[in-house]
């Protein structure tokens, strides 16, 4: 199925010239198994040996080649001594020396009177000018053998830049000559020579402006990687978009009831987003959709009001949250709403079992039961609905592309909608999500206070703890959260027992402490204590749930607060996110603060929009981090690097959408040119799946 012409790059690195069994090994840890690993091994500087002075004139710490005759050996006269050779040329002489010494390798590599070629890195050492370990001893005639600009790659123990860069050189002399997969006007227009060219010159750097990833040759490859990131995403997104689906479209009784009874009027963004649900959820494919949206901006009634579109129909819906906890927060929202219009709303979780599980169970097979909320136990064998058309999943943005298809085949034919309050950043939404439709809700209610967040050092954690004792007093209840970094568990535990000792020793038996490490229940009777307000004081590490509402919590002081990722700290501060009450957010650091630490931390003081943070956030820190490393979703980028691609991201976006529209089977001359690209980049599985021939 691969293209015959991407044959020679996608055969083993040992095919190549000299690689042992061992370098082989070595070489494929570094850079990956076939030859086309070793083009995307991009070097990160250079070494320039085009320097080429007189021995009088070789300026000191510069790397120079010289061409010298070679004058005696001065072998040492004790072990610590190195061994001499004196060298000359017509303005002087140079040693240099060799620290280790094999039987009689340097007398091969200069032998007296011999003329040689050297280049390595001039120093003076009392007047006498040296050179250490040279890297190159070679005879005359041999020059072209030292490469003008050497590039330089990252290494691995056992493989020498020489070595990468003769390998590296032997892979590029198989790249063929492709047919073009961009467009003629637009690569015209960037300037962007050949693909082949471009990788050519981006492993022959001529000086440090080649290295950088926004020269013109690295960003025509960035080009390709984001191209065949999105093309393969869009494909996907086109055959989704093509499976029969129900037109799911009710006559609106049922909501008309509930908007009624919620005692608010709907945000624009929410009567925004419910449009674009609606309308693909009457139309007659399946619907895969993402909907974002900030903590608080509404998103449970949008979920609401979507299921009963369905219930509406004479379907079932069903929403699914990742913890118990959330499942029953949904539940308290949602039942008492769906009571009053005589919809029926049921909880199934895993821990629900026996009569009262075989009860829900029958009458979700039999329809009587028009809403399920659950966790992923809902989808479990043995849960048959009688007809469900329809299927929210909250906070599960971790699935995979291929687990997101398999869950609308679990309901007959069904539209799927998955929420996220975590802010993905719009470039991650496109690289990582592509294969999803996309909402956003870019508002919150109106009327909302702003939290009064502030950054202090823990030098002053006397000052926050008076001020602390003075709003418990008042009546108010707060969380002091301990960081909890998973490589030293043990001793943050510890760190964090220890301040809720000292905290206790202060507030007594109004805080409380619940961490990782305690037991489900024991947790729980914690929590439930922190909601009836018999603890005001709740010292915690991470571990409580996102999303766990307790209204009457407005504070929280977070510690060490630049040990967090910024989408974790905006979660943390969610939680006390109270609409007309004021809330306060302290985040304590320790010392040092690095420049990047104190930029994210003063982003947190100044904004509460989360995709604002997000996406500064992944400017600070050049991608990985928003999400966490694990889902960050660029990673798997080989020279795209998103804190300068971007902008070529977004071109890639709209070109894939144009090439699915007017091209579907890529088969036009630039489609087949565009199979070999998808094919290169290894985004070869849309092709397989979806494409014929
Ligand atoms: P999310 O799930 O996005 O975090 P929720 O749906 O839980 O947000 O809504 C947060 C709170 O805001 C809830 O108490 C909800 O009743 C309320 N709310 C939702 N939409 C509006 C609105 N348009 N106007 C006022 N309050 C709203
Ligand atoms: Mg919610």
């Known amino acids: 199925m691969r293209p015959q012409i991407l044959f020679p790059l996608f055969t083993d690195i040992a095919s190549?010239?000299?690689?042992?069994?061992?370098?082989?090994?070595?070489?494929?840890?570094?850079?990956?198994?076939?030859?086309?690993?070793?083009?995307?091994?991009?070097p990160y500087s250079m070494i320039d040996r085009t320097y080429q002075p007189k021995?009088?004139?070789?300026?000191?710490?510069?790397?120079?080649?010289?061409?010298?005759?070679?004058?005696?050996?001065?072998?040492?006269?004790?072990?610590?001594?190195?061994?001499?050779?004196?060298?000359?040329?017509?303005?002087?002489?140079?040693?240099?020396?060799?620290?280790?010494?094999?039987?009689?390798?340097?007398s091969k590599y200069l032998p007296t009177g011999a003329p040689r070629l050297i280049s390595g890195k001039v120093e003076s050492f009392n007047g006498i000018k040296q050179m250490t370990?040279?890297?190159?001893?070679?005879?005359?005639?041999?020059?072209?053998?030292?490469?003008?600009?050497?590039?330089?790659?990252?290494?691995?123990?056992?493989?020498?830049?020489?070595?990468?860069?003769?390998?590296?050189?032997?892979?590029?002399?198989?790249?063929?000559?492709?047919?073009?997969?961009?467009e003629h006007n637009f690569q015209k227009q960037?300037?962007?020579?050949?693909?082949?060219?471009?990788?050519?010159?981006?492993?022959?750097?001529?000086?440090?402006?080649?290295?950088?990833?926004?020269?013109?040759?690295?960003?025509?490859?960035?080009?390709?990687?984001?191209?065949?990131?999105?093309?393969?995403?869009?494909?996907?997104?086109?055959?989704?978009?093509?499976?029969?689906?129900?037109?799911?479209?009710?006559d609106g009784h049922l909501r008309r009831k509930v908007m009624e009874n919620l005692g608010f009027e709907l945000t624009g963004a929410q009567k925004k987003v419910l449009n674009e649900i609606n309308q693909d959820m009457a139309a007659p494919y399946r619907m895969l959709r993402l909907l974002q949206g900030d903590v608080g901006s509404g998103?449970?009634?949008?979920?609401?009001?979507?299921?009963?579109?369905?219930?509406?129909?004479?379907?079932?819906?069903?929403?699914?949250?990742?913890?118990?906890?959330?499942?029953?927060?949904?539940?308290?929202?949602?039942?008492?709403?769906?009571?009053?219009?005589g919809v029926r709303a049921e909880l199934l979780t895993g821990k629900i079992k026996g009569k009262n599980r075989s009860l829900i169970l029958e009458e979700l097979a039999e329809g009587k039961i028009d809403i399920l909320i659950g966790t992923h136990a809902l989808f479990v064998d043995g849960v048959v609905f009688k007809d469900l058309a329809y299927i929210v999943v909250d906070e599960q943005h971790r699935f995979g592309v291929q687990q997101r298809l398999s869950?609308?085949?679990?309901?007959?034919?069904?539209?799927?909608?998955?929420?996220?309050?975590?802010?993905?950043?719009?470039?991650?939404?496109?690289?990582?999500?592509?294969?999803?439709?996309?909402?956003?809700?870019?508002?919150?209610?109106?009327?909302?206070?702003?939290?009064?967040?502030?950054?202090?050092?823990?030098?002053?954690i006397q000052d926050v703890v008076a001020g602390l004792k003075r709003k418990l007093n008042a009546g108010c209840r707060a969380y002091w959260i301990c960081p909890l970094?998973?490589?030293?568990?043990?001793?943050?535990?510890?760190?964090?027992?220890?301040?809720?000792?000292?905290?206790?020793?202060?507030?007594?038996?109004?805080?409380g402490m619940v961490h990782g490490r305690m037991k489900e229940a024991e947790k729980d009777a914690v929590m439930e204590q922190f909601k009836r307000g018999d603890i005001s004081l709740l010292v915690a590490t991470t571990v409580i749930e996102v999303g766990v509402n307790v209204p009457e919590a407005t504070i929280m002081i977070i510690e060490q607060a630049e040990r967090f990722g910024l989408a974790q700290l905006h979660q943390l501060r969610g939680r006390i996110k109270r609409g007309f009450q004021a809330s306060n957010c302290i985040l304590m650091y320790g010392y040092?603060?690095?420049?990047?630490?104190?930029?994210?931390?003063?982003?947190?003081?100044?904004?509460?929009?989360?995709?604002?943070?997000?996406?500064?956030?992944?400017?600070?820190?050049?991608?990985?981090e928003v999400l966490g490393n694990r889902q960050s979703g660029f990673s798997e980028f080989k020279i795209a690097d998103m804190s300068v691609h971007k902008d070529l991201l977004y071109t890639a976006n709209k070109d894939a959408e144009m090439i699915v529209e007017t091209d579907c089977q890529l088969s036009t001359p630039r489609g087949q040119a565009l199979r070999i690209l998808l094919y290169l980049f290894e985004r070869d599985d849309a092709v397989r799946t979806y494409l014929a021939g």
């Open 592 to 624: 040092p603060l690095s420049e990047t630490s104190r930029a994210r931390l003063e982003i947190m003081r100044r904004t509460e929009d989360g995709f604002e943070i997000a996406e500064k956030d992944l400017e600070l820190r050049g991608g990985g």
């Open 190 to 250: 960037h300037g962007f020579p050949s693909f082949r060219e471009a990788l050519l010159k981006v492993h022959h750097p001529r000086n440090m402006a080649d290295i950088e990833p926004q020269s013109l040759c690295r960003s025509r490859l960035a080009y390709d990687e984001l191209l065949a990131n999105q093309l393969a995403l869009a494909i996907v997104r086109q055959k989704v978009r093509r499976q029969p689906g129900r037109c799911l479209q009710g």
């Open 407 to 460: 869950l609308s085949a679990k309901g007959n034919r069904a539209d799927v909608l998955v929420m996220t309050a975590t802010p993905i950043p719009r470039t991650l939404v496109l690289t990582a999500y592509g294969d999803m439709e996309y909402s956003k809700i870019d508002e919150v209610p109106a009327g909302r206070k702003p939290v009064d967040t502030r950054v202090v050092p823990l030098s002053k």
């Open 16 to 42: 190549l010239k000299g690689v042992g069994v061992k370098y082989e090994k070595l070489v494929i840890r570094l850079c990956g198994s076939k030859v086309v690993d070793l083009l995307w091994h991009l």
């Open 299 to 341: 998103k449970t009634v949008v979920a609401l009001l979507s299921m009963l579109n369905a219930v509406e129909c004479g379907a079932q819906a069903a929403i699914m949250a990742p913890t118990e906890i959330l499942a029953k927060q949904h539940l308290e929202t949602i039942q008492p709403l769906c009571a009053q219009i």
């Open 55 to 106: 021995i009088a004139a070789a300026a000191d710490g510069r790397i120079a080649t010289i061409k010298v005759r070679v004058v005696e050996h001065v072998p040492p006269k004790t072990k610590k001594q190195p061994y001499k050779v004196v060298v000359e040329d017509d303005s002087g002489q140079m040693i240099v020396n060799f620290f280790k010494v094999y039987g009689d390798s340097v």
């Open 133 to 182: 370990h040279p890297d190159y001893m070679i005879r005359p005639e041999d020059a072209e053998k030292i490469i003008g600009i050497e590039p330089v790659y990252p290494l691995t123990a056992g493989v020498s830049n020489k070595m990468l860069v003769r390998l590296i050189r032997e892979a590029l002399a198989r790249v063929p000559d492709f047919p073009e997969w961009l």
């Open 485 to 511: 970094v998973e490589e030293s568990e043990k001793t943050d535990l510890a760190a964090a027992e220890e301040r809720f000792a000292s905290l206790q020793k202060i507030f007594g038996n109004k805080a």
